[in-house]
């Protein structure tokens, strides 16, 4: 995911795109592996998608798609391919439809793709959604951008992940070693270890998944099994 | 700033560190050019950290700095810097004071440093903040995230941004071209325009901002000179 916006660099506006989208991926199935959030620069924006779009199956652009002078993730995009910008007639209609006839130019930038673009139609949201190549444009406002992912998700759904949890009232350091055993013999666990200050019931969140759900629940009751009972406060999931 | 952590690509946990770095940043003047979120892997961490470090001035990492296996930061800021992973004295005998003498392995993970580290003191958090050349090296924990930088921000100060806002009631696309006219007379001006779904008061918020505190007044005096008097909401800042 490319985040495009010098609000979020300044910490003007928190972004929450990228918490969504991780969300919404990892119910797919979907591995989240990069999210970058850059300044509204072409340049900037266009080495970022390039190298997410050579790096990863696909690549998602939060903001930088209205009509004003820093929208440029379009210009970034297509100067990632090397591609010109063009109007999409398409879009163009759209626009006419929303703002009458001949509409000012900032309406027609908003019209603009990286030549070549693929439009996905079928969001419950009045504007088509730019794919080019990999790469899914979206908009930074959260209320569009989530309703486009939701649109967009089952595209991308793939075998799930599941997921168990534990809690656990003693320190990350002193379980370190548990879960090293555990890990030994389950290789293939994605195990994760949060400490939590201050909560009143546990102190590390540990979460074990995998796409293999025999290979979760045999990890897990072998994690248990190597810890004192007292370490733990339940298990969930 | 470069975030390490599966749990929040795989949005399990949602990141405050970066919204709170970006906002600490901006009020000491400084400006944050990009966020990369990566995952717990040694190789994908260095290769974060060490374009970073060559292409800004200062990198904050967040995360990963724990005694579990998921924590591979100082791991992974060893081998951007082609560096060996060391055990630092004083932080082992930081931990013997938490931990008693000769602690379990877990615990002295937490002693390693990329060689040639600095520590810098005088947090008022227990734990001194490991830096490496340019490389601060901060926890994912929030708590501890903002009291490290609160105690460390007075080093980055620099001259301060002057900001001015605008609320407008029309939309984006109508007001675009007083934008440009205005960023024409003040090519260095930074001008956000951020459109607000459904807000009773207004469409847009821009913000005019320069280090040069006479630059903004100056601009916002054209900005507001060029548009429909009926436009503006109102101005803060």
Redesign the interface.
Known sequence: MV?IG??????????SN??FL??????LGV?????????DEIDVVADAVSYCSEQFDFVFTSGGI?????DVTIDGVARAFGVAVIEHPSLRRTIEEH?GAD?????L??AQVPEGSELVEGDKVPFATVKFRNVYVLPG?P??FEAKVRALCERFRTRPYHIREVLVREA??????Y??AT?AAFPDL??????K?SHPDYRVRL?L?SKDEGYVERALEDLIGRMPAKYVVRTTG
Chains 1, 2 share one sequence.
Do not use: F, Q
């Not at 990350?172 to 070693?177: G, L, R, S, Y």
């Open positions: 985040v010098n609000e979020i660099l300044s910490g003007k506006i928190t972004d990228s918490a991780a969300r919404e991926l990892r119910n591995s989240l592996e990069r999210i970058t959030v850059v300044p209205g009509p004003t002078h820093d703002a509409p000012p130019g900032a309406y930038k908003m406002i209320e569009i990350e350091a002193d379980i370190a070693p879960l090293n890990l994605l195990l994760g270890s949060y400490p200050l979460t998944e």
